[in-house]
């Protein structure tokens, strides 16, 4: 199983549970595959493990959607944790409706949902024959990447609740949160810069062919009425490249200018106009046929460089807050009867209603007796922890277990997480993070080719005007940095490609600088260099035998309890079989027979041992699960955080060459297992959220560049006080606060060597723009001493711009290599 | 001489041709989802699979490593 996929859905669960129910494959859900008992719901010869997937099933079957189930075995979503426990109503809203809406004529329909449950074709298909299920949906469309589902529909047929509902009963209920009503991302930008580009590389193909008569003819056998109409047809050609795709190099440089400051496009828009204005002047004194190839051309290759820098990971978020996980409705109570309100409504003194998976949107007091809270999401604490009746639960908890009640305390956007992230310094903007090279280039090149240009200018003038003038402008365009461009978003850009594979995914490509020029790196410790779990757990307690094992396996299969999983991982090789009569005990522990033994696996109170023992205590950090077989304690799990494997070894390399700090939110009880790593000053405990990111503040102000790197919304302000904030995640695709940066937890030991990569990028940058000055001193030496043929400019600026693509792809993945990321 | 007006009249007119196909194409969205279309194709429109399960086992790994 891989962490890519949400825990939301019950896919992880029902991975494993295929795997270990292979004694008996007859006995699984035809839908799901979640194991089944002879008691569960039957359909002519097939089993159900709950009425939800025979609805399903049938469903389906009836609508002839049967070949469902023979594109993947069982694909579909287990619906026994969520069968009819969502509710709706708040989708009749017309406010809400509206606001959900892209698109609505009181006749046609179109809304765009998120839906984290497509993980395979099946889902695709399944959900884009929607309207076979439901004539009133005209199209449905899923983006599989971004598990996004775009549905028109016919609204005077069909509600969005009842819509929404479908998709729920089906097992993809979809995400619907406080930042679905938001505005989505315009898609025009990325349309705008595809067609610039495509314009232009059409342009560059047809000029270039109608070029070659002229560039080959050395004995003047082509007419000159051809070399007229060539240039005239070059000229309508290269018109909408100068107009359209260039135009916003022309806005980047008016920009800066207008702000003194000097941007790259700077030079390059002067270049551009240089070699349009030229060739006009040829093509109408009919004198040449210009340079409209190396025009389209440069700005064909200029664009490809521009889509290369912007290319990002279109799954991943970085502009995470909390409002991509608060739910957008809660459930009232009031007395006997419940009602949904808006989340950001509810107010003090309110009660709500909580289920499981839920998250508790206020801080709020628990009126249940008790509950089980995953501040997971807060802290990247994995592990749930338990509040009795009257304890303060703090927004952002997920209710794991029962349904609770709650009484909110405090508004929803006084609770201490929100006013936190809506407290000016977390809102800080993000400093733009264009590469700080690039822009210091840019500053003194400019000023040296306009230098250059005069000198030429001033040079020829005796020769007379006209001469100055294209020879000046043969300075200007030749020494457009086309190459110099492109250095940066190909070295960047292969960089960020192979981090991406590594799975360190980047913001952008700025950040790869800031990576280079870090002199300090800020660990949080729970979640980033601990984690809860994976590996962590072992049993305590004389060796199981393979009977032993075989129980205690088939029970915890039937858990989707972390603990349960982590066990089930632990007894990989042993086997398992569908246990009799299980209750499952939310928050407590698991009860069941196997092979007529009584397993209990469960918490200490819920098993009854008698504490005071020295080997009993609770651990120290994570969970415990005792074991019994009918009724005799056997022993214990004990659920470790674990210092990640191999990240000592980077943390030992890291600190040769930066000064490390350790920030954590807990108690300094594990602190001696870091000393090794840190020195004994840079190990800091108890900080609050508050207090990470003054910390970062004054570490800042004192001239350090810093790396954070950190989990859940509390380090969310130390991540944005930061030159660089990595979120680190064990579920990448899913939690993360805002960040330049996603790094998968498990690899989190090859910090050294993205670092590396990332110095090394630099300075592969610095040779691609020392390769582009050598051509463009070549060009100038042409330019200057008035030998500048257009077929000469056709040739050196391609070619200049191809060794420097080719250059910084070919050297920074042998630079990956060098650094083991390869 | 004069038909190479007509030719390169001709091969313009083609050349736009495949312009505007290009436009439509990128006016239509065809280039901001190029994951899920791979991954349709291999279902036929009554939902049978080619060559049974494998098709499909293979795109189960696709969902861990697609985040482009």
Known sequence: MNRFEDAEGGETLEGTTIAGVEASPELSCAHCGDPCRESDPKLGEKYFCCHGCLTVYRMLTEHKLGNYYQLNAQPGLSLRQHSGSEKFEFLDDPETARRLLDFSDGKLARVQLYVPQVYCSSCIWLLENLYRLQPAVLESKVDFVKKEIAISFREDKLTLRELVELLASLGYTPSLTLDTTEKKPDRRIGRRLLLQTGLAGFAFANIMLLSFPDYLDTVGAIGSEFTRFFGVVSLVLATPVFLYSAADFFKTAWGSLRRRQMHLDVPISLGIIALFARSIYDIVTATGTGFLDSMSGLVFFLLIGRIIQTRTYRALSFDRDYKSYFPLYVTRVSGDTTQQVAATNVTVGDRIAVRNGELVVADAILISSEASIDYSFVSGEAEPVRRKSGDLVYAGGRVSGDRVELEVVKDVSQSYLVSLWNSQQFKRERESKASQLAESVARYFTAGVLLLAAITFAAWFPQGLNSALLTATAVLIVACPCALALTIPFTYGTAMQVMGARELYLRNQGVVEGLAKADTIVFDKTGTLTVGGSGGVEFEGEALTARERHLIKSLALQSIHPMSRQIVEMLDHATASIPQGVTENPGRGILGRVANVEVKIGSREWIGTEPGNAADAAPESGGEAWVTFDGVIRGRFVMRSQVRPDVGQSLSTMRNTHSLWLLSGDGDREKARFTDYFEDDKLIFRQSPQQKLDFMDRLRSGGKRLIMLGDGLNDAGALAASDVGIAVSDRVASFTPASDAILAGESLWRMPAFIGLSKRAIKIVVAGFIISFVYNFVGLYFAVTGQLSPLLAAILMPLSSVTVVGFAVAATRLAAKREGLI | ?68
């Open chain 2, 1 to 68: 001489m004069s038909a190479i007006f007509l030719l390169i009249g001709a091969s313009l007119l083609v050349a736009v041709g495949f312009l505007a196909l290009f436009v439509w194409a990128v006016r239509s969205g065809q280039y901001e989802d190029t994951v899920t279309p791979s991954m349709r194709m291999v279902v036929d429109d009554d939902g049978a699979v080619p060559g049974g399960q494998h098709g499909a086992s293979v795109q189960r790994k696709d969902s861990s490593n697609n985040l482009e």
